[in-house]
């Protein structure tokens, strides 16, 4: 029989709200997440932007009716934004919004910027989550990433007793990092574990996108190899697990009752707003994504205008396959009614995957078991194919 999974309890008649803040101190060299350098008075002029745009979109009437269930405020590096600023923005941000169903308040933070006097601010706005970027903790791989940390800030905050202010602390590891070993990998775990108050690990494998300077440096760059990240990926699964962990979505991991609600709004299709430059929203069947450049962000909403870049509308099989994907990701699964209609009751490719382990049929989803995380993605396209 497999436990209900905490994901199970997606919002209905919820949305979940996303702010992106799109500065950094300095551009590391695998991101391509959109940001910035800042000057003077850009910071405030940009919240001033974010808090308008709430209050377009919340005019516009899409998520009229539902409930703020989650917040996300990501980056870029939202930590920058100064202890003396946060009060005012969130509740800027959040005038007129009814959060009596609010479960989960996250922020972002980087070591570099971090502090505890931030921290007690946070907590004090309601914040009850903090995401540490801390990818690493080998002095080589992070001047290699380009972090703006080093490993002793990173481990201070990790071990900040102000964390005890907030319900989960979630910290961000790097796996194919060029010339990471196990042995350092290993020690960047370790050092995690040993924090009372982690009780979440994002787990991303580096992904290099070619507008970065990692992509532009590509064939130079000593990445594992495919045998290489393999070990590098069974080391993270075998001590995480053996630290209590439970793989819940492909790249995520939590002691049980710390998962990201506010991520499983995007696994789940349940309908999400993003403010900021960049950002994506979607209302249950439109998704839409904002111009990626702050000044034109910013004209944008002294105009008046929503600062959208593209809009779409996902309906019949495309959504069904989306839905597919998001959920072949998560150990929550996909509806097998879903599955049905998509493949037409053609159960050939399910039953392989089920006979090979991949999948388990509870009656009602389809769940990945661990090793089918692992395989999620070549699932989702053969599926999609029948």
């Known amino acids: 029989m497999i436990a209900k999974s905490p994901l199970d309890d997606a919002g209905i008649n919820q949305y979940g709200l996303y702010v ?47 409930k703020l269930r989650s917040i996300y405020i990501g980056g870029g590096t939202p930590s920058i934004i100064p202890a003396n600023l946060w009060g005012q923005f969130v509740s800027d941000l959040l005038d007129d919004v009814d959060t009596s169903k ?71 590891i790097m796996l194919g990092i060029p010339a990471q070993t196990k042995e350092s990998l290993q020690q960047t775990i370790d050092e995690i574990l040993s924090s009372k108050f982690v009780k979440h690990i994002s787990a991303y494998e580096l992904n290099i996108a070619d507008n970065t300077p990692f992509g532009r440096h590509r064939k130079i760059l000593p990445l594992p190899n495919e045998d290489e990240l393999s070990e590098l990926s069974t080391l993270l699964k075998e001590k995480l697990s053996e630290a209590g962990f439970v793989r819940y979505e492909v790249s995520n991991w939590a002691l049980p009752g710390h998962e990201s609600r506010h991520n499983s709004a995007y696994w789940t299709h349940v309908p999400y707003i993003g403010l900021g430059p960049s950002a994506h929203s979607f209302d249950g069947s439109n998704r839409h994504g904002n111009i990626v450049d702050n000044m034109r962000y910013v004209e944008a909403i002294s105009s008046g205008k929503l600062p959208r870049e593209f809009s779409e509308c996902l309906i019949g099989r495309e959504l069904m396959e989306e839905t597919v994907m998001l959920g072949l990701r998560t150990s929550s ?48 396209k053969l599926i999609c194919r029948q």
Do not use: W
């Not at 950094?24 to 919240?47: N, P, W």
């Open 20 to 66: 992106h803040i799109p500065f950094c101190i300095k551009a590391c060299r695998y991101c391509d997440f959109h940001s910035q350098g800042v000057k003077q008075g850009d910071i405030e002029t940009m919240l001033g932007a974010i808090c308008a745009e709430h209050r377009l979109v919340s005019a516009e009437g899409h998520f009229a009716g539902l």
């Open 102 to 172: 609010l479960i989960e308040f996250t922020v972002e933070c980087n070591p570099q910027s971090a502090n505890a006097k931030k921290l007690n601010v946070y907590a004090e706005s309601g914040v009850d989550r903090i995401s540490i970027g801390v990818q690493s903790l080998d002095k080589r791989e992070l001047a290699i990433l380009g972090r703006p940390h080093n490993a002793e800030s990173a481990i201070d905050i990790l071990n900040s007793p102000e964390l005890s202010l907030f319900k989960s602390v979630s910290a961000d």
């Open 333 to 380: 699964g996909v509806k097998k009614s879903i599955v049905d209609e998509l493949t037409g009751r053609n159960h050939a490719i399910v039953d392989s995957f089920i006979k090979a382990e991949f999948l388990i049929d509870d009656g009602e989803y389809l769940r990945p078991t661990n090793a089918g995380l692992d395989m999620a993605d070549g699932m989702t």
